[in-house]
């Protein structure tokens, strides 16, 4: 069974950075494609950040240039690095996992910028 555990999120002031980690098991990572979406309070969730087994990665427009997602397929984990934060990236940010035949999600982890 595969289990997605994050960490990483928390309250910074605006302009600030945070790192999220998601640590998966129960699957051959290297060949997943991984991806972080978030949802905040009143709205749909949404992408933030994927990444395919080789690598190649996709952002929404709202990131790009802020936002950074990596994957270390040795400790099966994927990383979003979040610079230049900002209010409106408050939500609660979840990382997905997309196998060859299902798609699993973390339990998701808080960010929260104050202005």
């Known amino acids: 069974q595969v289990q997605l555990v994050e960490s990483g999120g928390g309250l910074v002031q605006a302009g600030g950075s945070l790192r999220l980690s998601c640590a998966a098991s129960g699957t051959i990572f290297s060949i997943d494609e991984m991806g972080w979406y978030r949802q905040a309070p009143g709205k749909q969730r949404e992408l933030v950040a994927a990444?395919?087994?080789?690598?190649?990665?996709n952002y929404a427009d709202s990131v790009k240039g802020r936002f950074t997602i990596s994957r270390d397929n040795a400790k099966s984990t994927v990383y979003l690095q979040m610079n230049s934060l900002k209010p409106e990236d408050t939500a609660v940010y979840y990382c997905l996992d997309h196998t060859g035949a299902y798609d699993y999600w973390g339990q998701g982890t808080q960010v929260t910028v104050s202005s």
């Open positions: 990444i395919t087994s080789g690598g190649s990665t």
